[in-house]
């Protein structure tokens, strides 16, 4: 025995560099073959933009460190079986030298086990950090890139819980692939490792009436082999199950969000029961959704706890007629548990890891769909042929929906420096759709030719303006005001905001808290520190009371008189501050 545990030790270097350069061959083969697949070519799709020539290199180096940590961890085990052989052997004997000394190995095993624990902790937290950094940095840039934020919400096949997607499931789709990659090499080396030290331990097998030699092994993989196969015809549904699973919990979570958002005007209307009716709605679908996972997950819970209960006693019942013969010693009993025990999780972590990978694959689904429509929105041009100039001018001009029926055609504009058009026309008639595709992000198609200023300062301001996150200060300067300009505090008290000076430091949901006319005072000041070129008003003082609405009207003309002014309202106040008039029939 002694010799034994003595050539596993001694050739455990050699064995570990052989063992990496044969895992290392068989994933780039495995990786080049499955690419070709469905699955493959979505985690490809992934994948693809977090791998640069810049981090390639660190990259392959710290997926070498973690196969290393990951084959150390199996050596590892298969000395702690030799030694424990030893140290039940010498118990056995009654050598308490012997006894000592492999009570000593053990001991320092397990200071060896500690370490390799913490830094393979460490490194596997260091690659799944830098890997979630690389794809939330791809997957922002791209969905915030060309407009895509904004183009996403006119596709057919809009993408559910964007938010869910770009957080939750990138997030959990990298410590599924490594943890699935890990177990998959784990299980695979464990097998041959483990299958070669019972294949030494076993003898003959009798059973009804027959001898098998190895039959201790065969029966080993028999037996989990016909429990993986009942396993995964069990969870099957799961795949399913878990799917839409994410999708009715984002769907409720956005619901959720959408009260929060919406609560003033939820409150307005007395709409809480109407509110109540449709959250319940959305969680019975969880709930239901819930019902159906937990009586599937019943049969493969119970199948796979009765798989393993038996796996506990089953080698020692096997192994016990040549025990009592006299043919092996209690070390090789205990050699022989620790070995079918860690052999049984090896064949056994595609049973057991069945329903986590049901979830990995609705992950993967989820961000690949996500992806895919990225992708597609960035090689789909956006239909705004607009020519540069120094002016703003529309020629024959207009524009169709998204089926590509005409909303408007035959429309002729110009405005030079100082002109100030006012769009007036009943609802539903497309004088906001004009704007944006005066402005530029009108996402289907337009008729005839529109020229704008191109490197001029231009200003989009909706009926709400937008108040992101963070101080007073920050928020009123966005998106790229200097948040400490010298005009700030003056300009809010020209826009009759000045009773927030105080709070311009202070964090909080602002959106919120401004009213619908502090929201539109915002935006004037937005006009009157960022001086654009051209403004495009979109109903930015329809919650203005009158006196204030021509207050403001006449600071920007006065401060900006250069400034082109597109505004889209509906009342006849406006119209003393315009020089020029389109209405849309």
Known sequence: MKTDWQTALYHTPLWLLYALLTVSGIFIVFAFCIRKTTFGQKFWLITKPCLDQSNRLKVISLILVLFLLVLLEVRISVLNTYFYNGLYSSLQHGDANAFWFFASINALLVIFKIIHYLLDYLMTQVFEIRWLEKLNHEMLSRWLSHKNYYRIKYEKELPDNIDQRIEQDAREFITGTVEMVRGVINSLVSIIEFTIILWGLSGILAIFGLHIPKGVVYFIYLFIITATVISVWIGSPLVRLNFEKEHFSGDYRYSLIRVRDHAESIAFYHGETREFNHLTDRFNTIIKNRWLIVKRMLGLDGFNTGVTQIAMILPLILQAPRFFAGQIQLGDMHQTVQAFNRLMRALSFFRLFYEDFTLYQARLNRLAGFIHKLHELKTTEIHTPIE?????????????DQYGNILAQHLNIYLKHGDALLIQGASGKGKTTLLKTIAGIYPFETIGKAECPCNAVILFLPQRPYMPQGSLREAICYPNINPHHSELIQTMKDCRLEKYIHALDNENDWQVILSPGEL????????????????????????????????????????????????VGHRGTLQPFHNKYLTLE
Do not use: W
């Not at 002016?391 to 207009?398: C, E, M, R, S, T």
């Not at 006009?527 to 919650?543: C, N, Q, W």
């Open 388 to 400: 540069c100039a120094n002016y703003v001018a529309l020629h024959d001009f207009g524009f169709k």
């Open 520 to 567: 539109q005072r915002v935006a004037f000041i937005r006009i009157l520190l960022s001086k654009p070129d051209v403004v495009f008003l979109d109903e930015t003082s329809s919650a203005l009371d009158e006196p204030t609405e021509a207050l403001l009207y006449q600071l920007i003309k006065t401060r900006l008189p250069h400034m082109i002014i597109l505004s």
